[in-house]
């Protein structure tokens, strides 16, 4: 579109951690890969590297031509190297 609009923010994941038992990740959306929309944090810990968990990330954004919006994850706790999959990821904007 041409103009500045608001837009509601929807998204699901469902994730595995691989190892890192006790860490944990944040996921969130962010603006032009750089404004993090902190109201959409959702956490997750890495109870057992055999859980599968499924997360919902929510909000609100305005978008003015040209910008867009991505789903991040970020260790937050841990050491070492972990690693984590998403089985599947959906995003709607309405």
């Known amino acids: 579109g041409k103009k500045t609009r608001t837009f509601q923010v929807s998204a699901a994941l469902s994730i595995r951690g691989n190892s890192g038992t006790g860490d944990y990740y944040a996921f969130f959306i962010k603006k032009n890969g750089n404004t993090t929309l902190i109201e959409t944090n959702s956490l997750m810990r890495i109870n057992t590297t055999t859980d599968i968990s499924s997360h919902a990330i929510s909000g609100t954004v305005e978008l003015e031509p040209n910008d ?13 190297t972990t ?3 998403v089985f599947s990821s959906n995003l709607s904007i309405k």
């Not at 867009?68 to 050491?79: M, P, V």
Request: without cysteine; neutral net charge.
């Open 68 to 80: 867009y919006i991505e789903i991040w994850g970020q260790r937050l706790i841990g050491s070492g």
């Open 83 to 85: 690693s984590i999959t």
